[in-house]
């Protein structure tokens, strides 16, 4: 699960070092991961991962080949 204190810090570090323009937002019915926006667009999941003791986070980003290619 992914508290309030630990998003408000993840938006934060991800603000410094990727763009302040970005947000996350509590996914429905999933409590172990959050969606990041830039604006109203939707960029990314970042994902909570817990093993043997240790705490990360994933970011995890699909560019569709469509939105490269312009069609």
């Known amino acids: 699960m992914i508290n309030k204190e630990e998003t408000l ?11 302040p323009g ?3 937002l509590s996914r429905d019915k999933l409590n172990d991961s959050l969606e990041v926006y830039l604006g109203a667009e ?3 999941v970042v994902y909570k ?7 990360s986070y ?6 569709l080949k469509e939105d490269i290619m312009g069609g």
């Open 9 to 19: 810090r993840l938006e934060a570090y991800l603000k410094e070092k990727l763009n």
């Open 22 to 24: 970005l947000r996350l």
């Open 42 to 44: 939707f960029l990314a």
């Open 49 to 55: 991962d817990e093993e043997e003791g240790e705490t």
């Open 58 to 63: 994933q970011f995890m980003m699909t560019v």
